[in-house]
């Protein structure tokens, strides 16, 4: 019987933020090619008609396109408030209408995405996150929200509610385990209005706003879709999603596996946010397995987090080759292009890179430095290189996405990552399966497994330069790096992240069966 993965992910192409959707498409790909069924739940709604065999699952309606046990399933017409049936395999949930806000370009690249899984189904939380929590056939869960809340302005604490209702004080909460499985996984967010959450991360992008409510939500209705699922494993990737996770594992006994892709030290520094640290340090210790996509990531989480380092896989990230992508023409130009593509945050280091453009520029004149990406630091940079003279060599493209990426690629003479805190970093594999040589910070996971990248301290911004200007005017160089880097990528590629994956859940149900430690 196949391995079945229940899998909780914030991101999925082609409605990304940065590199977490990149590795959960790849990995769920070679998952797929290993015939494991992964039904995977994300905080989006994609257009009904752009499903192919997967099974695609939200509020609304429920329409079947994927074959079960073999029989091919006619394709059913969307109708409001339907449910699967409870004997049945599929989710207690249905089909959201199509997202008014799609793009064409989105609509058939998710159309594409859905056509490549065989074994692979998806479960989307509508982007709205309507009120479907309240709106129960039974009026049990909202009577029991209400107690909670005023039990809370009476000036309880949790724990006092808590230690009560374990020991039979209130019977509406003890009859409740999902109620008290969402509190435990999250009590950050016990006692909150939710509905004033909802209507403050309505309108919100992927990582602003009330990231606390989001996550509220998205475990809620993930618990609730996931009702009468049939699965061997759960895999959470990221915090947003540990509380689903938690909550999940927690009634249904399953194994939880939580994916650290990156900590709140990489994306905060020395000053991390104290909720989300508390929501990352309880979904890896809640879990039975952990899987860290470096070893300078599995050491954070030791070091940081207090997590048992047997209990930690080190998984590392790969990289999908695609020949037809690799081969766009280049644009031809006079200028060297040096490339920087990914988020402009502290965490990624940008300044570094513009700093290291000018002292560039001071000893050769014909090289454009590209940034590709956005984020809250991208004014600062524009600013920076401005008041450096350097602004009409620096170029800021926003976000791209598609085949723009594959054509900025295509333009670069070599890609430069200076990240300050990179747990792996998927960029520098994509920018040698096109053919580009690559500058990385050793302050990241993917410098574990490079061998042929150039390696630099990230504040070390004369050595950056002195390694820019090496592969800008020496050409064998740069032929050398780019030859000898395609030969290593070939053994850096999903197929055996997903393998090593795949061992992990063994271990995990091992473990939680008790025929096996960590």
């Given amino acids: 019987m196949a391995l079945r993965v229940l899998m909780l992910g914030w991101e999925f192409p082609p409605f990304i933020t940065g590199g977490l959707g990149t590795a959960c ?62 004997s049945r395999t599929a989710p207690v949930a249905a089909i959201a209408p199509p997202d008014a806000d799609m793009t064409v370009s989105e609509r058939e690249s998710w159309s594409r995405i859905v056509d490549e899984f065989e074994s692979t189904r998806f479960i989307e939380i509508p982007g709205q996150y309507p009120s479907v929590y309240e709106s129960k056939t039974s009026s049990e869960p909202s009577r029991i929200a209400e107690s909670v809340r005023l039990m809370r302005e009476a000036g309880w604490t949790i724990e006092r509610i808590r230690t009560l209702a374990h020991a039979g004080a209130f019977p509406e909460l003890t009859r409740d385990p ?45 618990v609730d879709a996931t009702r009468g699922l049939s699965f061997d494993v759960i895999h959470a990737h990221d915090w947003l999603t540990y509380p689903a996770g938690l909550a999940i594992a927690k009634l249904t006994g399953k194994p939880l596996i939580v994916h650290v892709h990156s900590t709140e030290f990489d994306r905060s520094g020395e000053h991390p946010n104290q909720q989300v640290y508390n929501i990352e340090r309880r979904g890896m210790h ?16 030791v070091n ?20 037809a ?27 570094y890179f513009i700093q290291a453009a000018k002292k560039v520029l001071e000893h050769m004149d014909d090289v454009k430095f590209v940034v590709a990406g956005s984020g809250d ?25 598609g085949r723009d990426i594959a054509r900025v690629f295509a333009m670069a003479d070599l890609y430069v990552m200076p990240s300050v805190s990179e747990p792996f970093g998927i960029a520098p594999l994509e920018a040698m399966s096109h053919n580009v040589p690559v500058l990385i910070s050793k302050s990241s996971g993917v410098s574990e497994v490079l061998m042929h990248a150039l390696k630099v301290d990230f504040w070390d911004i004369e050595d950056m330069a002195d390694k820019i200007l090496a592969v800008l005017r020496h050409p064998p160089l740069s032929r ?12 850096i590629n999903w197929d055996g992240a997903a393998i090593r994956t795949a061992r992990c859940y063994e271990r995990a149900i091992a473990a939680a069966s008790g025929s096996a430690s960590y």
């Fill in 325 to 351: 992508d690799a081969g766009v023409q280049p644009i031809h130009s006079k200028d060297k292009i040096v490339l920087y593509f990914g988020r402009i945050t502290m965490q990624k280091g940008p300044e």
């Fill in 25 to 86: 498409y790849g990995l769920t790909r070679a998952l797929d090619r290993q015939h494991v069924e992964v039904t995977f739940v994300l905080p989006k709604t994609v257009p009904s008609e752009s499903a192919s065999h997967v099974r695609l699952v939200s509020p609304g309606a429920i329409v079947e396109r994927k074959p079960v046990d073999g029989k091919p399933l006619e394709k059913a017409k969307p109708t409001p408030n339907t449910v699967a049936p409870a």
């Fill in 178 to 222: 999902v109620e008290r499985a969402l509190e435990t996984a999250l009590p950050e967010t016990a006692g909150r209005d939710r509905q004033a959450s909802e209507s403050r991360g309505a309108e919100a992008a992927d990582y602003s706003g009330d990231l606390l409510g989001m996550a509220d939500r998205y475990a809620r209705f993930a």
């Fill in 480 to 491: 050398q790096l780019v030859e000898h880097g395609a030969f290593e990528i070939r053994g």
């Fill in 304 to 323: 940081r987090y207090g997590v048992p380092a047997a209990k930690i896989d080190v998984v590392y990230n790969g990289v999908d080759l695609d020949p």
């Fill in 286 to 301: 809640g879990a039975t397995r952990a899987i860290a996509v470096s070893m300078l990531t599995k050491n954070v989480c």
């Fill in 377 to 401: 630091q991208a004014q600062r940079m524009i600013e920076m290189a401005a008041a450096l003279g350097i602004g009409n060599k620096v170029l800021f493209t926003g976000f791209l996405r």
